[in-house]
Every structure is written in structure tokens, then in C-alpha cells.
């Protein structure tokens, strides 16, 4: 139930004040003074289910919170579009950006750029280096998510009458590119689960295999994954474009959830029409429209000349207290100055055609 509460907020727009951290330290306030402000919102690809929800979260929200929110993206995943993007928010004197980074370090000059032209950055659902920004707003740890992604694959595969303790279970990872940060530190904590608590399955693809979120890549990835892998029990999608791909593939080529295992990451109206199928069983995700919210919160919080350090607690109106938390709790090798740091969602969120219906995002 707390987990429907937090993502029927993206339709409602009248999320209970929710705590998010709590106990003692500094409380700072809210943001407010400055009038007219603009916070570019930079997805890493639109026409994509999670980023327009999270972008509709952070419309509405800044409705609510009295600023501006443009969304600026290209429908083509690819760095170099997001460099001109961010490089015409600071053109165009803007306020702040907020962006999901298709590179853990290639976007760090020109969000440098950005900050030495003052303006404030942000980071939502895939990071920069620590130094290129001032606040990532995280869905979860690598340890969570990548262990989230695991889990529900072994529920899956039990489903099908295999034994995740004793079988050799041949699997691989599909999703964007090495180079994500997110999507990649969920696959390294993934393994490093897997070879500690099952170790006598098979990885069939150590390198991975990459569709660059592209929707037609990812079908035909996926059908050469299944080509190319007869027997593969259990294909972890840790990218909400690779997911549908790969599902689509399996349809495409007679397979359904008694045949392979497939999971992962994406919202839950991109994927019931597969799950009413039969070709999955279960698949998550988080409130990707809070997130977005959150995201454009903090660079609006910043524009007014509001500063944050690790270990501060915001008020975020409508939403309630989260905790800045040091970049370590994403990276252990992270930047550690005390002017950068993480927030994390909350909760995450697991979907079947049991619950699938409570959800309309």
C-alpha cells in the first residue's frame, strides 16, 4: 500500500507529506525568493514511456512549486545531442538544468560549462561525476537495484519449475550502453549477487549486449540474443527501452514466460499488453514521475540561492523531508566534497498482472 501511495502521486498530484529520512541534523528551508524561474528538464532520449512520465511529474509539480520546467531532449539516445542541449540552456540564460546523463563522465565539461556560467545543476536517474553537478536524485544503490533486478528473475524461474539454487541457469544482461552509469552499476552489483548466491549460473555474454536505446535495436537484439542462445533461461533488461525489445522479440519468435525468463526495468503500461500475454511475469520500476519532480526541485531550490551540503534535510512542499546523502552511497570511489551529494527515492515498486492495474504510467 505505501508503495501505491507514492506512485498514484504522479497522476494526484497530492502526495501526502511523506518523510522520506529522518532524525536530526540541519533542516533547511524551503525554496522561494526569486521570480521567474527556468529549469531546462534534459531526458536521455524522448518518446520514451519513463522519461515523458517522469517530465509529466516535474510539469506538474513545478506548477505547484511556481516555476518554469522546459523539456529539451532528442528522440535519437546520443551524447552529443545532450551537449547541444545543455549548451543552448546556457545560452539561452537559463536558470538551472537538470539532466539524465547517457555517460557517467562525457557530459562533465559542459555541465562544468554550466555551473562556471551559474547556473544550477542537477542530475536525475543517471549520474555525472560528483563535481559536475551538485545533487543526483538516485532511484536506488547499485546493492538495491541490481539485487531487485536478480530477485525478481529467480521468482520467475521458480515459476517455471527451475531451481535457481542447484541449476545452472544461463543468462544474460540487455540494455543502453556500457557507459550508462546507472544501468551499469546495476549490473556490476547484479553480478557480484549472482556469483555470491548462485554461483552455478552461466553468464552466456560476460560483454553484455547493448541496443543504445534504440526501440528497433532492441527488438532485433533481442531476437539474435534468443537465436544465439537457444537454451538462455533468464535475459535481465535493466533499461526501460530494452525491456519492451526484447519482449516484442520474444513474441516475435513464439516464445512466452514457460519458454524464457525475461525481467527488468520499465513502466507498467509498456508492459501489460506483454504480461496479459503471457510473455513475462513480473517487471519494476519506481515513481519515475517523482523523480523528475525531485530532480527539477533541486535545481529550482539552488536557483534562488539556496545551498545544500551532505547531511542537510530539505522540506520539499507537498512532499515532504529528504536527506542529502554522500555521493559514496551510489559509488564508494565517488566525489566526497560536502557540496554534492545524493537523494534517494524511496520506495521501488514490483509489478504482475495481480497489481499491474493499480498503476496508469
Given at each position: 500500500m505505501?508503495?501505491?501511495?507514492?506512485?498514484s502521486?504522479?497522476l494526484?498530484l497530492?502526495?501526502?507529506?511523506?518523510?522520506f529520512?529522518?532524525?536530526g541534523g540541519?533542516?533547511?528551508?524551503t525554496?522561494?525568493?526569486?521570480?521567474?524561474?527556468?529549469?531546462?528538464?534534459?531526458?536521455?532520449?524522448?518518446?520514451?514511456?519513463f522519461?515523458?512520465?517522469?517530465?509529466?511529474?516535474?510539469?506538474?509539480?513545478?506548477?505547484?512549486?511556481?516555476?518554469?520546467?522546459?523539456?529539451?531532449g532528442?528522440?535519437?539516445?546520443?551524447?552529443a545531442?545532450?551537449?547541444?542541449?545543455?549548451?543552448?540552456?546556457?545560452?539561452?540564460?537559463?536558470?538551472?538544468?537538470?539532466?539524465s546523463?547517457l555517460?557517467a563522465?562525457?557530459?562533465d565539461?559542459?555541465?562544468?560549462?554550466?555551473?562556471?556560467?551559474?547556473?544550477?545543476?542537477?542530475?536525475?536517474d543517471s549520474d555525472v561525476?560528483?563535481d559536475?553537478?551538485?545533487?543526483m536524485v538516485?532511484?536506488g544503490?547499485p546493492?538495491?537495484l541490481?539485487?531487485m533486478?536478480?530477485?525478481?528473475g529467480?521468482?520467475?524461474?521458480q515459476?517455471?519449475g527451475k531451481n535457481p539454487?542447484?541449476?545452472?541457469?544461463?543468462?544474460?544482461?540487455?540494455y543502453?550502453?556500457?557507459?550508462?552509469?546507472?544501468?551499469?552499476?546495476?549490473?556490476v552489483?547484479g553480478?557480484?549477487?549472482?556469483?555470491?548466491?548462485?554461483?552455478?549460473?552461466?553468464?552466456?555474454?560476460?560483454?553484455?549486449?547493448?541496443?543504445?536505446?534504440?526501440?528497433?535495436?532492441?527488438?532485433?537484439?533481442?531476437?539474435?540474443?534468443l537465436?544465439?542462445?537457444?537454451?538462455?533461461?533468464?535475459?535481465?533488461c535493466?533499461d526501460?527501452?530494452?525491456l519492451?525489445?526484447?519482449?516484442?522479440?520474444?513474441?516475435n519468435?513464439?516464445?512466452?514466460?514457460s519458454?524464457?525468463?525475461i525481467?527488468?526495468?520499465?513502466?507498467?503500461?509498456s508492459?501489460?499488453?506483454?504480461?496479459r500475454?503471457?510473455?513475462?511475469?513480473?517487471?519494476g520500476?519506481?515513481?519515475?514521475?517523482?523523480?523528475?519532480a525531485?530532480?527539477?526541485?533541486?535545481?529550482?531550490?539552488?536557483?534562488?540561492?539556496?545551498s545544500?551540503?551532505?547531511?542537510?534535510?530539505?522540506?520539499v512542499?507537498g512532499?515532504?523531508?529528504?536527506e542529502?546523502l554522500?555521493n559514496?552511497?551510489?559509488?564508494a570511489?565517488?566525489?566526497?566534497?560536502?557540496?554534492s551529494?545524493?537523494?534517494?527515492?524511496?520506495?521501488?515498486?514490483e509489478?504482475?498482472?495481480?497489481n499491474m492495474?493499480?498503476?496508469?504510467?
Open positions: 505505501k508503495a501505491v501511495l507514492f506512485l502521486a504522479l494526484a497530492t502526495l501526502p507529506a511523506q518523510v529520512a529522518n532524525g540541519q533542516q533547511s528551508g525554496a522561494g525568493g526569486k521570480k521567474n524561474i527556468t529549469i531546462v528538464f534534459v531526458p536521455k532520449i524522448t518518446g520514451n514511456a522519461f515523458e512520465t517522469a517530465n509529466d511529474g516535474a510539469q506538474k509539480w513545478a506548477k505547484e512549486w511556481g516555476f518554469t520546467v522546459k523539456y529539451d532528442s528522440p535519437e539516445a546520443a551524447v545531442n545532450q551537449v547541444t542541449v545543455i549548451r543552448n540552456a546556457i545560452r539561452q540564460g537559463v536558470d538551472g538544468i537538470s539532466v546523463s555517460d563522465t562525457a557530459l565539461g559542459v555541465m562544468k560549462e554550466a555551473i562556471k556560467a551559474g547556473l544550477a545543476v542537477t542530475t536525475w561525476s560528483g559536475a553537478r551538485a545533487i538516485s532511484q544503490t546493492d538495491i541490481g539485487k533486478l536478480v530477485d525478481m529467480v521468482k520467475s524461474l515459476s517455471r539454487d542447484t541449476d545452472a541457469i544461463n543468462y544474460a544482461w540487455h543502453s550502453q556500457s557507459t550508462v552509469a546507472d544501468q551499469n552499476s546495476w549490473r552489483a553480478e557480484a549477487y549472482i556469483k555470491q548466491k548462485y554461483p552455478k549460473w552461466v553468464n552466456v555474454r560476460p560483454d553484455n549486449y547493448y541496443s543504445n536505446q534504440d526501440a528497433e535495436l532492441a527488438i532485433t537484439t533481442g531476437e539474435s540474443i537465436k544465439a542462445n537457444t537454451g538462455i533461461d533468464l535475459i535481465i535493466n526501460s527501452t530494452a519492451p525489445g526484447q519482449l516484442q522479440a520474444a513474441q519468435l513464439g516464445y512466452d514466460k519458454k524464457v525468463t525481467t527488468g526495468f520499465a513502466t507498467p503500461n508492459i501489460k499488453p506483454y504480461a500475454a503471457g510473455i513475462l511475469e513480473r517487471w520500476l519506481w515513481d519515475s514521475g517523482l523523480q523528475g525531485l530532480g527539477v526541485y533541486f535545481a529550482y531550490y539552488l536557483a534562488n540561492g539556496n545544500v551540503k551532505v547531511g542537510d534535510k530539505v522540506d512542499p512532499i515532504g523531508t529528504v542529502v554522500p559514496t552511497v551510489l559509488d570511489k565517488a566525489y566526497t566534497a560536502s557540496n551529494g545524493v537523494v534517494l527515492l524511496p520506495e521501488r515498486v509489478f504482475t498482472t495481480a492495474d493499480q498503476y496508469n504510467f
